[in-house]
C-alpha cells in the first residue's frame, strides 16, 4: 500500500487539468492571469491572459482583499468572488491555492458557479461536456427543472381545487331552479347586515294565484312562471340587493341601505305590475300576481332578524286580506319626518 | 401509486385515442371522468383497471397499450416535460443508458412518493445489455421499453429492444444498441427555453 506524502508534488499534463478542471485560472507569481480552463474562456471571449487578478474579479469575502499577498495568505479558504463584466458581472464561489511550495510559482484559483450555475447556463448556453464530470451542475439543472414542473403541477391542483370550491360554494347558496340566493344565502346576509349595524330594507314577497298554475298547466308550467319571477325580481333589483327564494312560490328581497319607506313601496309596485303580465308557456296563458309586505331595519330601536320577518310576513298577509296584488308597509315602519306624506297614504 | 402516473395514462389515452373513449374507460373502470390528480395517491389496482378497460375497449394486448405510453411519455407529451428531464441523464443514448438505474432515485428527489420501477443494467459487451425491471405495476417494462424506444430515437440511436418475460416478479428486456451514430439527435440545451 501506497502512502501519500505532505509535500509531494505531482505533475499532471495541462489538458488532463483542464479535464478536472475547467473553470480554473491560472495566476503568475505577479498576480496577472496567465491561463485558463476552456469552460472559463467561453465567458471571456475577449480574453484576459495578462490581465491582473484583482482587475478582472472582485472578491467579495472575506472582504479586504486587494493584493496577490492578501489572496495568498487566503489559499484554502472558501471565496466568493465577482468577475467584473460591465452590467453583467458573474458569482462565483473559488479557493486559490499555491502553485508549488510557495506563492512565488503563481497560483491556481478554480471557480464553480455555486447556486448561480441556472443563470450561467443560459447565459452562456454551456453544455454537460462543459462541467468537470464529477460537477453536480447538470444534477442541479435537472433539479430546477423537474421542480418548476412540479410547482406548476401543483398550482394547477391549486387552481381545480379552487375553482370546484367556489362552484360548491355557490351551488350551496343557490336556487337551483331560478338561480335566486336560497335560504342559506339569505340568511347570512341579513346575519352579516345586523351585526355590521347596516340599514337596510325587507320585503316578502308571495306570488297569488299560483298553486292555479301548477294545478291546470302542470309543474313544468310552474317552474316557467317561477323563473320568469326571478326574471322581474332580478331586473327590478340592484347587484348589491340580495333576492332569495325561500319556499315555493316565497320571495324574500334584501335592499342594503335603502330604507326609504316611499321608493321600496315604487319598487314593490313595478315588481308587481311585471308579475302581473300574462306569461306564455307551451302556448298557453298562465297568470299570477304578487302580494307583498316590506319593512325596514331603521324602523326598530333594534333590529332583530325574526322580528322584522316576523312583521314583513305581517305586512304580506294584510296585502293578500286586502285583495291580493298590492304591497303593504308595516305600521311599525315609520318613514323618515321628511315624507309626511307617506305616513297619510299608509293608513289611507 | 402517485396521480402522477395515472394521470399520464389518462392523458395518453385522450390525447392518443380522444376524450370520448377516455370517458369510456373512466366509466368501465369506475373513476370520474375528471380522473386523477397528480399530487394525490391512488390505490394501486385502479390504474390496472383503467389499463385492463383501455385494452378491452380498445381491443389491443395490455402489453403493446402500455410500451405505446411510453412512447408517448417521451415523444408525444405536449409539455415535453418527461423528455427534457431525462435527457439530463446522458449526453447520448449510451450514457443515457447507463444512468438508468439512477432513474428511480432522480424521480424520488423531486416528488418523494414517486414509485419508478427499480432497474439494473448489465452491460454484456458489444452494445448489448440486459435491463431488468420490477414494479408494482405489472408490466411496467413495457413502459419502460416504449421510453428507451422514444429515447433512442430522441438521440439518434438505432437499438433493437425485446421483451424477455417475468421471472419471480422480474421482467427482463435485452436491449441491442445497432448503431449509435445514425441519426442526428434531437437538440437539447440545459437551460430552459423560455
Same mark, same amino acid.
Given at each position: 500500500m501506497e502512502v501519500q506524502q505532505a509535500g509531494q508534488v505531482l505533475s499532471v499534463p495541462r489538458e488532463a487539468f483542464d479535464r478536472l478542471m475547467p473553470l480554473h485560472v491560472l495566476l503568475d507569481a505577479? $498576480?496577472?492571469?496567465a491561463g485558463y480552463g476552456a469552460t472559463f474562456a467561453k465567458l471571456v471571449p475577449e480574453g484576459l491572459i495578462g490581465t491582473p487578478m484583482f482587475e478582472a474579479f472582485e472578491v467579495r469575502r472575506p472582504s479586504g482583499l486587494c493584493s496577490t499577498a492578501d489572496l495568498a495568505a487566503r489559499a484554502g479558504e472558501r471565496l466568493r468572488l465577482v468577475l467584473k463584466r460591465g452590467d453583467r458581472p458573474v458569482s462565483f464561489r473559488g479557493i486559490v491555492m499555491p502553485l508549488a511550495s510557495g506563492a512565488g510559482q503563481g497560483m491556481i484559483l478554480n471557480l464553480s458557479f455555486g447556486i448561480g450555475v441556472v443563470d450561467a447556463v443560459r447565459s452562456y448556453?454551456?453544455? &454537460? $461536456? &462543459?462541467?468537470?464530470?464529477? &460537477?453536480l451542475a447538470v444534477e442541479m439543472m435537472y433539479l430546477v427543472e423537474a421542480k418548476t414542473t412540479a410547482m406548476e403541477t401543483l398550482k394547477g391542483f391549486a387552481l381545480r381545487l379552487q375553482g370546484d370550491k367556489q362552484t360548491a360554494e355557490t351551488q350551496a347558496m343557490?336556487?337551483?331552479?331560478? $338561480?335566486l340566493s336560497n335560504r342559506r344565502a339569505l340568511a347570512q346576509a341579513l346575519e352579516r347586515m345586523t351585526r355590521s349595524g347596516q340599514a337596510f330594507g325587507l320585503m316578502h314577497i308571495d306570488l297569488d294565484y299560483f298553486k292555479a298554475v301548477n294545478d291546470t298547466f302542470g309543474h313544468a308550467a310552474g317552474d316557467h312562471v317561477l323563473r320568469r319571477v326571478a326574471d322581474v325580481l332580478h331586473l327590478e333589483t340592484r347587484a348589491e340587493d340580495v333576492v332569495a327564494r325561500v319556499g315555493g312560490d316565497e320571495f324574500v328581497a334584501v335592499f342594503p341601505d335603502r330604507t326609504e319607506v316611499a321608493h321600496l313601496e315604487v319598487i314593490a309596485r313595478r315588481m308587481i305590475d311585471s308579475m302581473s303580465l300574462p306569461i306564455e308557456f307551451d302556448g298557453k296563458i298562465c297568470r299570477v300576481s304578487a302580494s307583498i309586505g316590506i319593512t325596514t331595519s331603521d324602523s326598530y330601536p333594534e333590529p332583530e332578524i325574526g322580528r322584522m320577518q316576523h312583521d314583513a310576513d305581517a305586512a304580506l298577509y294584510a296585502s293578500k286580506r286586502a285583495g291580493r296584488g298590492q304591497a303593504r308597509v308595516h305600521q311599525d315602519a315609520k318613514p323618515a319626518p321628511s315624507y309626511p306624506s307617506q305616513t297619510d297614504r299608509r293608513r289611507a | 401509486m402517485l396521480g402522477l402516473i395515472n394521470r399520464s395514462f389518462q392523458f395518453f389515452l385522450r390525447d392518443t385515442y380522444g376524450a370520448s373513449l377516455w370517458d369510456a374507460v373512466a366509466r368501465q373502470a369506475g373513476v370520474t371522468p375528471a380522473g386523477f390528480e397528480s399530487m394525490l395517491t391512488y390505490d394501486d389496482a385502479v390504474i390496472d383497471r383503467v389499463i385492463d378497460a383501455a385494452a378491452s375497449l380498445l381491443r389491443r394486448p395490455r402489453e403493446s397499450l402500455m410500451e405505446d405510453m411510453g412512447t408517448y411519455l417521451v415523444s408525444h407529451e405536449p409539455l415535453g416535460t418527461v423528455r427534457r428531464l431525462l435527457r439530463f441523464s446522458g449526453g447520448n443514448f449510451p450514457e443515457f443508458l447507463n444512468s438508468i438505474e439512477e432513474l428511480p432515485e432522480r424521480g424520488r428527489l423531486v416528488l418523494p412518493d414517486l414509485d419508478l420501477p427499480y432497474l439494473d443494467l448489465s452491460d454484456l459487451g458489444g452494445g448489448h445489455f440486459r435491463l431488468r425491471s420490477v414494479s408494482?405495476?405489472?408490466?411496467a417494462a413495457h413502459v419502460v421499453m416504449g421510453v428507451l424506444r422514444a429515447m433512442a430515437d430522441d438521440y439518434g440511436a438505432l437499438v433493437l429492444l425485446e421483451y424477455h418475460g417475468v421471472e419471480a416478479g422480474t421482467e427482463v428486456i435485452s436491449i441491442q444498441i445497432?448503431?449509435?451514430?445514425?441519426y442526428d439527435a434531437r437538440p437539447f440545451s440545459l437551460g430552459m427555453v423560455g
Open positions: 505577479r $498576480g496577472r492571469i448556453a454551456l453544455t &454537460d $461536456g &462543459d462541467f468537470a464530470a464529477t &460537477d343557490t336556487d337551483t331552479l331560478t $338561480g | 408494482r405495476l405489472a408490466g445497432a448503431d449509435q451514430s445514425l
